[in-house]
């Protein structure tokens, strides 16, 4: 059973989700300026912070494992450097084919100068809402991480969520190693909204 003090927390996190998301439609002229509000409190009593996505590949190993794994994303309606942290696990539309979406890790943010270990390559700036995301198997060739490596920064807007919580199989579970800010501010939502045994009945093998 959560704390008051979890729940609090939750409920903060639902109010700043909420408006966000309401916040987005807004500015795409999807919902009006009386729509804005109750837009708000509807999206706060309906729906959760987090949603299962179904992950394979080795890409992500051993952070999410060479096997298939179901994981627990927590939705980000907007990403941004204060949403997102440097050293998050993240999805993102795949840049090849935006019906698809990557779990790679976020390794550099608008700001950042990125230096090849190739000279011929010159170094350049990240622009702004520009990200440079990684697959955590160093193992593998750039073409085989399919990240940043092989196709360039790309668009913050493409995040669409972090992976908090990563199950393998009934057996081998647990949280996903994220920045220190995000795993703490994460933590109230896998007290109320992890269910592994749901995560485990829509798992494929």
Sequence with gaps: MASLSTWCRYIRHKLEYSFSLSWKSYKRGLISDRELY????????????????????????????????????????????????????????????SENYLVRRLAATEGYEMVSKDEKDEPFVLEKDQCWVLADNDKLKPKEAKDSRLFGPVSMTDIVGRVIYSLRTAVDHGPVLNSHYSMRKDSSLLEIELDVSDMMKNHKA
């Design 38 to 97: 109750d837009t708000v409190w509807k999206n706060v009593f309906q729906g959760k912070l987090t949603y299962l996505h179904w992950n394979k590949g080795e890409a992500m190993a051993p952070t999410i494992g060479e096997q298939a794994s179901t994981l627990l994303v927590r939705k980000i309606p907007i990403a941004d450097p204060t949403r997102v942290f440097l050293g998050d696990v993240i999805v993102l539309k795949d840049p090849d084919n």
